[in-house]
């Protein structure tokens, strides 16, 4: 089993990370030309809807796809249950999207957002249909399948989306995106996996699921009312044009940012279930891949920070530099973010779902006063009270997971520390270097590319000098050697 799971796991971490470059590049590229196509207006407008529907992450298979990870044994009853009840939930909310569009659309005092809420509805059952293969295809650990299946339903939804914006379709351009991804995801994920349903329905099976995925729903509930109380206070009462420079940003940042441990962590997720009992096994992957996910996350955004005014109206247009302060105090959100990643799966592998549920509630509520106390200074005062929220709340993540490992904290804040040190001096580099290019008059493009090559080559000299032992992290993830039972985490 253990040398079954090495394999899996290097192939799997070939296979993602082929596609989460291959969709980074897609997502990337599609917002870009969407944000170019369309004024903050229609961005925003488009925005408010998708507040709502992100519901569908929630409800979708109400989190049963995550319990069928991660029981050990599956019999037909327990995925054709699932099935069923992801089918019925996919219905039930999609009905209950189309009634409430109305009065969604009048509480954000938008009438426009009413057919566009109306019509993303369709998500919940289009999606629902494939919630279950997916999540078969994600237990088996059969990830060129998957992988390459999400890349092409990503491609498909991007197309979608630029072809509307071209033809002027405005914020329709964003829910054809929505629509089209998940209906052509859909339809593969059926054509992939070889399991089709039964009418069978075992409530033996419903309690098991039950009882691992309810505090799951309730977690992922919270996250959801976090992720989106900003956007929703923002677009009430600073207006869609406020909400089209903020969204920019959040897209620009904390979505790119939480993409980027997903390599590993949807390759992990799965064999950390297979591994639930072992957690001194899971506790030396868990070292190795935070700084592995800090390693690309921290240098990253900090580089960020300091281009941001170079960043945003070479990339996006000079319509978006409004945006440039907040994405600029939300790269330090998706540094914490991203970090934390792997510490939710892990928490999942255990079983300790209640534990999960506890600390995002507290999550949530911290956030969301963060946020309607920066609303009082605009779209920079919310992302500012994000930043400050997510510094107090986020590291209580990290101690509920030792505390689940039975390990010291301190692992984690190692295993990250040397990486931290290279990317803030890089970045006092770059910013130096920037400066002096703003007063030799070197246009803002040039600028743009002159930093990012310089911030590469300081922090790759910097890591080889305070983090020699990435290679060796490197090596153990894509070398076929996971870590063994009995070997501590790996310090720095």
Not at 20 to 49: D, H, N, S
Not at 209 to 233: E, I
Request: aromatic share 8%; hydrophobic share 55%; with cysteine.
């Amino acid at each position: 089993m253990t040398d079954d799971i090495r394999s899996r796991v290097t192939r799997g971490l070939g296979w993602v990370g082929f596609s989460q470059v291959a969709l980074q590049v897609i997502r990337t590229g599609g917002a870009i030309v969407v944000a170019r196509l369309l004024a903050p207006e229609e961005y925003g407008l488009a925005m408010l809807a998708l507040v709502f529907a992100s519901l569908v992450l929630v409800f979708s298979d109400l989190a049963l796809g995550a319990a069928l990870v991660q029981r050990k044994n599956l019999t037909e009853g327990d995925r054709s249950t699932a099935f069923w009840i992801t089918i019925g939930s996919g219905i039930v909310f999609t009905v209950l999207g189309f009634a409430l569009s109305g009065p969604v659309a009048a509480l954000y005092g938008e009438p426009d957002v009413r057919p566009l809420l109306a019509v993303l509805s369709l998500s919940f059952i289009i999606t629902a249909l494939g919630a279950t293969q997916q999540s078969l295809l994600l237990r088996e650990m059969n990830f060129r399948r998957l992988e390459t299946l999400t890349v092409v339903g990503t491609l498909a939804g991007t197309v979608a989306a630029v072809t509307v914006a071209i033809a002027g379709g405005g914020a329709w351009a964003i829910i054809a995106q929505q629509l089209a991804g998940a209906l052509i995801t859909s339809i593969l994920m059926w054509r992939a996996s070889s399991w089709r349903p039964t009418l069978t329905f075992s409530l033996e099976s419903a309690r098991f699921l039950a009882n691992f995925s309810g505090f799951l729903v309730g977690s992922r509930l919270m996250y959801y009312l976090h992720q989106n109380a900003d956007r929703f206070l923002i677009g009430r009462y600073l207006g869609t044009a406020s909400l089209g420079a903020y969204a920019v940003a959040y897209n620009v940042m904390l979505a790119p940012a939480a993409r980027i441990a997903q390599p590993i962590q949807r390759v992990l997720a799965p064999a950390f279930a297979r591994m639930q009992d072992e957690p001194e096994r899971i506790a030396a992957a868990w070292a190795r891949v935070t700084r592995l996910v800090g390693m690309v996350t921290i240098p990253g955004l900090i580089g960020v920070v300091v281009v941001a005014p170079d960043l945003v109206p070479v990339v996006l247009g000079d319509q978006w530099l409004a945006a440039v302060p907040v994405v600029q105090l939300l790269a330090w959100v998706g540094i914490l973010q991203a970090l934390q990643t792997v510490n939710v799966d892990i928490l999942m592998a255990r079983g300790r779902t209640r534990t999960l549920f506890k600390f995002t509630t507290c999550f949530c509520i911290a956030h969301v006063i963060a946020f309607v106390i920066g609303l009082q200074w605009g779209i920079v005062g919310v992302a500012a009270a994000y930043a400050i929220s997510s510094t107090v709340v986020e590291p209580f993540l990290t101690v509920l997971t030792a505390r689940s490992l039975g390990v010291s904290p301190w692992i984690f804040v190692r295993s990250v520390l040397g990486v931290a040190q290279s990317a803030v001096v890089m970045g006092v580099v770059v910013f130096g270097a920037r400066v002096v290019m703003v007063d030799a008059g070197v246009p803002a493009a040039v600028r743009l590319v002159a930093a990012t090559a310089l911030g590469a080559v300081v922090f790759a000299g910097l890591c080889a000098w305070r983090v020699p032992e990435i290679l060796r992290d490197l090596r153990s993830l894509l070398g076929n050697r996971l870590p063994v039972r009995g070997v501590a985490p790996a310090e720095s």
